[in-house]
């Protein structure tokens, strides 16, 4: 079943970086993507941006933009283009379609990711050259790396769902772009929170061990994303997609 | 042992039935030819014996699998040209068969050599690195039936391959086909309303309308069960009443006049020199004989109508 995997997953890959596709997306906006969040932006934000906590969480919830991007494709697309019914009467198990998908969407995000970092550490080091080499501290780097991986599977999961539900890749962009929009709520509900609720709250985290609430958050998104993942898998059934 | 072999299969979808108590038998080594209009159910067969879908009575082996029960045996060893190509537009072709050469375990070598065998008959192996969204429907038919030969299946089910092709691709890749099924020594289930195709390809066919199977054999066999040798003839002086003394005649079965055409359906064809002396009897001034079978549309038509008519 790996070798099924990873056969879906790499032409998954290949096809969501292939010049000029149908998706509107071509190796000419990955640039873009690169040069805003690898050069403008730190450029802008100077030294800090290397060193900032705040980064971590840049680095962090940014791959749910890269692959909310992409995930849409993933059954709609097939459904639409009519290479879905091809895949289906082929050996591949249901489990092995899925897992590669969700692979692939996984593993963009995180490239991605991992790419706008070193790209945002070049241009950092080369216009603050003279300062010595400056690095990522150690909890960035590891926060980055899990939540980076956390955080695109959690889109992935949410994208292979609302794409396996869709009829049209436009209708999952769509329905995706409205979940963007669900995550957001919590924090344009913070200023109708109670003052001193918040200041209750905001000396609770302050007294906790950022290590235990790094865990507990990555145990969440497990949790979470176990969840999503076991709904997918009851969702995908190749009697059912078949008539669709 | 048959490559398929199916008892009583029915699927229904609401009120209507797709697949209506299908029983068929096809011998392995055969092109099989399943006909029918639009609707007729073919496509649901095909799925049905692809454990794509579920029937919901009856059963059917594939290549000695049970489709319900072991569809995934069943996918492993066959190899499917679905309704729409399925080919992935924004990749090569060689990434195409690549990709399914790596769905079926094949080593990097053996995608190689294979891309290279079935791309070379067709002219395409040059293009192989081209993407293909901009080749024609035809290239992309063929390349498509050779991504269904890519790791050697045993059967491979071809769903209407030449629909919407113009006539000149169309007998390329039916040449294409046979050059290529001929090599790799598959059987074949094809589904066509194309029966000139059908007549061409298939050793096999069976016709199906409604979800309901009309006839199954050879299209000889077919032939001779739903039609009689036809004779043609064009002269001067064919009156009615020479139409009615043909009528009369125990050889015929049945007379139809066409754009001044006699059109006279026979029991046996070697006779037919005795209608010609009947006719110069009567003197007709015959320009024209020449006796001819009735082709598979023919087949086709009459059994679509009778089982329309009930």
Redesign the interface.
Known sequence: MI??VF?VA??EF??IL?FG??RGRSKLSLIVLIVIFGIVIPLQNGREWVRSPITAMVWGWMPFLWVSGVVADLFAGERE?????????????DQSILFGKLLAALAYGFTLTWIIMIVSLVTINVAYRGNGFLFYPLPILLGALIFSILISGLSASIGVLVSLRAGSVRQAQQMMSVGMLLLFVPFMLIQFIPRTLLITLGNALQNSDPVQIAIGVVVFLVVLESILIAIARRLFQ??KL??D | MNAIQTNQLTRSFGDLKAVDRLTLEVPRGTVFGFLGPNGSGKTTTIRLLLGLLDADQGEAQVLGFNTKTQADEVRTRCGALLEHHGLYERLSAAENLDYYGRIWHLSKAEREGRIRELLDPLDLYKRREEPIGRWSRGMKQKLAVARTLMHRPELIFLDEPTAGLDPVASAALRDDLMTLVSKEGVTIFLTTHNLAEAEKLCNQVAVINRGQLLANGSPAELRRRTSAPRLYVTGQGITPQVIEDLQRNTLVKRVQQQNGRLLVDLNDLTRSHEIVTQLVKVNVLIDEVYKEKVDLEDVFLQLVEEERGG
């Open positions: 070798a099924d056969a790499s032409k290949r096809e292939a596709d149908a283009r009519h290479t879905l019914e091809s895949l289906l009467a082929t050996r591949l198990s190749r009697s078949i008539l």
